[in-house]
Nanobody, 118 residues
Framework: QVRLVESGGGSVQAGGSLRLSCVAS????????MAWFRQAPGKQREVVAV????????HYADSVKGRCTISQDNAKNTLYLEMNSLKPEDTAMYYC???????????WGQGTQVTVSS
């Protein structure tokens, strides 16, 4: 079945950049949507960015708009999240998520930690 594996997290200083990757396996067709979520300790998981219909539509949370770019490399079955001008409040575990069709099963990766120091 569908498996998602994130990577690219790490510790950076405020103002720095990171590029997160999510490799998908077990599915060779395009997803209805792929997205990045994040969750800080004691906080609710929140959406960061969403890519729908193979890149036909994108959405960004207000907190990251202008600083993040979500993209997909179909040849590598990989979803990316480029983050620039990182802030301490961006510190969280970042998760990759995907759905094959609208209303279908949601798939989640294990997460990759992003820590931003001031």
């Amino acid at each position: 079945q569908v498996r998602l594996v994130e990577s690219g997290g790490g510790s950076v200083q405020a103002g720095g950049s990171l590029r997160l990757s999510c490799v998908a396996s077990g599915y060779t067709h395009s997803f209805y949507y792929m997205a990045w979520f994040r969750q800080a300790p004691g906080k609710q998981r929140e959406v960061v960015a969403v890519l729908r219909n193979g890149g036909g539509s994108t959405h960004y949370a207000d907190s990251v708009k202008g600083r993040c770019t979500i993209s997909q490399d179909n040849a590598k079955n990989t979803l990316y999240l480029e983050m620039n001008s990182l802030k301490p409040e961006d510190t969280a575990m970042y998760y990759c998520a995907a759905q094959v069709v609208a209303g279908g099963d949601n798939y989640w990766g294990q997460g990759t930690q992003v820590t931003v120091s001031s």
